[in-house]
């Protein structure tokens, strides 16, 4: 069970492609907390597919009504 879960964790290139970013970008967002949870397994870093997912449902930006200064 516990290496079907292993499988199941996606690494810092799988993420940063399904994200379309670099490597590089993701590491960074990572140190200004800005991207997905992730995990630390030793020195390994680690996503959880429903941490990036629950992540990118919530980059939506809603658009404003127009404002009334702008009429």
Do not use: H
């Not at 964790?9 to 997905?36: H, M, Y």
């Amino acid at each position: 069970m516990k290496q079907n879960l292993a499988k199941q964790l996606l690494n810092e290139r799988e993420v940063a492609g399904t994200c379309g970013i670099s490597v590089l970008t993701l590491r960074k967002w990572r140190s200004l907390r800005r991207g997905p949870q992730f995990l630390k397994i030793g020195s390994l870093v680690r996503y959880r597919p429903r941490d990036v997912a629950s992540w990118i449902d919530r980059q939506a930006v809603v658009p404003c009504e127009q404002s009334e200064a702008a009429r």
